[in-house]
């Protein structure tokens, strides 16, 4: 229906003498299902019809908050297509003025807007009682509605969030993964049990819930093993780290063992069958905060506990204490210990060792590896800690590609554009490609090659790989334009040699990672 009554390119001719040019802009989130993309479209078209004009460009957004710009790509192409100067429109038609956003700030709205009429092209609100004609009664209404969705969208969320309150109150698991050796249970209206939901699944009833239980038997005794180790035999997190993976045990996620991952056990209080809530919050798509205790919703005796309360109690003073003792003046007095135990340091070495924190937080707290070493006098084998203090260089770099890349592509007529945080390209709004830096990794007893890692949310369908020099391990030397279907595993390695099953893949400059880059638009196209 939203593409039912568009005039296709190079059917001009049909157009009656004097009727303009529009493209229209649709937006449907999962608020309300009045405003599917369909029924838009179609009050777009009367309303077309009504002022003489002819939709020949259609942008939508389907399941897109209109909070923020963010993840828009239907909104963002078609402000990409106004500055760019290559809209052959001069009206765009927006069912009303919340489909055109629910901003915070309205005066991001407004600017949107401004940046659509600078280039000559007029916004027009179909279903609004006004005409936006930039009259002074039109620019009071206009502002008011647009604060009015803005608002909207704030009474939505207190109402959203006080009743899940209430239904986390009551013991009801409220979204998000459950943490290793517990699993969740859907019951119905009535409490009655109708399953286990297995990883990735969802309720589909609003009157159904979601209980936490304990899982399975082996989990439950790893679990209790953990606080032990870490209790009774006051082992470190690295040291619990290094013994779940060196004894292959496999997590809830399928990764290895980190210690973020033990830290959130040995702090959760599900394993004493507790449901904590409210710990934290996202409102309105702003930045996530820590909320203060009064505000947790916490539900006591939900089930019989996995872990002893006394012993849990006893790791969260052990963990309150770690927090509290790490100054600069400890780590260094650990970082002394290290070094005159092994003669030298190294981040392997920091890793390896028991009851040591780890190597990114030295780098952290004294600017890089390479300074904390200096600290308690060693100053030899860079190599050793050239990776971390590197770190930030890499990330500049893969910028600096990304840009190259961008620009390049929007040369040629064609969206583009880059995700800095998630490290991904959207290209024409459907072809998504995950930059990675791959670097030189030298083995004892395999040939050198330069590794690959997979993330563990992987929104894209390409990678692009940028390769790095044997020197230095910081300047490009070409690229691997590889589809993640070749990523079975968390890592790949690229070799030098031209017999690797990835050599297919390479692109000896970037301007073969365009031509590489275009051929894939092309056939998504038709």
Not at 142 to 147: A, C, E, F, G, S
Not at 167 to 179: E, H, M, R
Not at 339 to 359: C, E, R, T, Y
């Amino acid at each position: 229906m939203a593409n039912a009554l568009i005039i296709r390119p190079g059917s001009d001719l049909l157009l009656p003498t004097g009727t303009g040019r529009a493209a229209q802009y649709v937006r449907m989130s999962t608020e309300n299902q009045r405003y599917s993309t369909q029924n838009q479209a179609a009050a777009v078209a009367v309303y077309a019809a009504q002022h003489g004009l002819a939709i020949v460009r259609t942008y939508a957004d389907e399941g897109r908050s209109g909070l923020s710009i963010h993840r828009r790509d239907g909104l963002i192409e078609l402000l990409d297509d106004v500055r760019s100067g290559r809209a052959d429109f001069d009206h765009i038609l927006v069912y009303d003025v919340s489909r055109w956003g629910r901003f915070q700030d309205v005066d991001e709205s407004a600017y949107y807007e401004f940046t659509c009429r600078q280039a000559g092209i007029k916004v027009c609100y179909c279903a609004e009682e006004f005409d936006n004609d930039g009259s002074v009664i039109a620019s009071i209404v206009k502002n008011l509605k647009r604060v009015m969705a803005a608002e909207y969208s704030r009474e939505l969320s207190v109402k959203v969030h006080a009743g899940a309150c209430r239904v986390a109150s009551l013991g009801f698991k409220q979204g998000g993964p459950v943490g290793y050796g517990l699993q969740r249970e859907l019951i119905d209206e009535n409490r009655c049990a109708k399953g286990l939901l297995q990883k990735g699944q969802r309720k589909h009833l609003q009157t159904d819930r979601v209980l936490i239980q304990p899982g399975p038997e082996n989990e439950q005794r790893i679990v209790a093993q953990i606080f032990r180790e870490y209790v009774v035999r006051r082992r470190s997190r690295g040291a619990i780290v290094r013994w779940l993976n060196d004894q292959q045990v496999p997590n809830h996620r399928g990764t290895a063992w980190s210690l973020a991952m033990v830290r959130h056990l040995l702090s959760n209080e599900a394993y004493i069958g507790n449901s904590v809530y409210n710990r934290t919050s996202v409102r309105l798509k702003q930045a996530r905060k820590s909320n203060p205790p009064e505000l947790w919703i916490r539900t006591t005796g939900l089930y019989e506990p996995i872990v002893d309360r006394s012993i849990f109690l006893k790791a969260q003073e052990l963990l309150k204490e770690h927090q509290g003792k790490l100054s600069n003046e400890y780590l260094l007095k650990k970082l002394r210990v290290t070094f005159a135990k092994h003669g030298k340091l190294s981040a392997s070495i920091i890793a390896a060792s028991d009851n040591m924190p780890s190597a990114a937080l030295y780098a952290y707290r004294f600017g890089s590896l390479r300074e904390a070493f200096r600290h308690v006098g060693y100053v030899d084998a860079e190599r050793s800690y050239d990776y971390a203090d590197a770190q930030k260089q890499a990330e500049a770099e893969l910028s600096r590609q990304a840009e190259i890349l961008v620009t390049q592509i929007r040369a040629r007529g064609i969206t583009a554009v880059f995700d800095a945080q998630t490290a991904v390209i959207t290209v024409a709004g459907k072809l998504a490609i995950s930059l990675r830096m791959a670097r030189y990794y030298a083995a004892r007893r395999h040939a050198p090659n330069w590794l690959v890692h997979r993330r563990r949310v992987e929104p894209a369908g390409l990678i692009l790989a940028l390769r790095l020099d044997t020197e230095t391990n910081r300047n490009v030397i070409d690229y691997f334009l590889l589809p993640l279907s070749e990523m079975a595993k968390h890592i790949i390695g690229l070799t030098a040699t031209s017999r690797s099953r990835f050599a297919a893949y390479r692109c000896p400059t970037m301007d073969d990672v365009v031509r590489a880059t275009m051929e894939k638009v092309a056939a998504l196209l038709t």
